[in-house]
């Protein structure tokens, strides 16, 4: 059987879902996917990028990721989705992204995706949860097929116990309050692992 193909979606602005999508970019090859890691076009003002210090260094970090496109949603079998929380809603750069979509909805091309999604905010209660499900309602308009992660892993509750998808809180400092590093390999490869099982069904 051919490697499953997983597409890893983010927005970052400071760096935390980047680092999210890196890790499960990563444990996607780990677990036998070929991975294309891939970032959401940017719709902020430069200035407003320039007067930020964190954003700039994501934005200069980050200048060689590709962005998503339409082509890249009809390569996937797989998808992970990495977005922060703005008001309790998806990042309107990850919104966007999902709303140009249509063509390739109405081709019946984005049906049967397995997606997964992933999301941080500025404070324990600020939404996360809420950002999670926003996107699955998304998916659940595209027909994909959505694999939480439930509680099905010890790295869930490690991470903070969020069955909708890992989550983080970023400190004061910028870094990540939760230790979810695991929570995150688990997901993406329980993500890679239903994938397959559709994948040979299907064969």
Do not use: C
Request: aromatic share 8%; net charge neutral; proline share 3%.
């Amino acid at each position: 059987m051919e490697k499953v193909k997983l597409a890893v979606i983010y927005y970052s602005m400071t760096g935390i879902n980047y680092q999210l999508a890196q890790w499960a970019a990563e444990a996607g090859q780990a677990a036998g996917a070929e991975v294309r890691l891939l970032k959401v076009h940017e719709l902020a003002p430069q200035s407003a990028i320039d007067n930020n210090p964190a954003w700039k260094a994501t934005v200069d970090a980050t200048k060689d990721i590709l962005e998503a496109s339409s082509n890249d949603l009809d390569w996937a079998e797989a998808i992970i989705f990495s977005v922060p929380t703005r008001f309790g809603n998806l990042a309107a750069q990850m919104k966007q992204f999902i709303d140009l979509q249509g063509g390739v909805w109405a081709q019946g091309k984005l049906m049967n995706k397995v997606v997964s999604g992933m999301s941080s905010a500025q404070n324990p209660h600020g939404g996360q949860e809420a950002t999670v499900k926003s996107l699955y309602t998304s998916m659940m308009h595209w027909g994909a097929i959505i694999v939480a992660p439930g509680y099905t892993d010890p790295a869930i509750f490690k991470a903070g116990g969020n069955p909708y998808g890992t989550t983080v809180t970023q400190g004061q400092d910028g870094k990540m309050v939760e230790d979810v590093k695991d929570a995150v390999f688990h997901q993406a490869k329980r993500t890679v692992e239903v994938a397959e099982w559709l994948k040979k069904g299907k064969e």
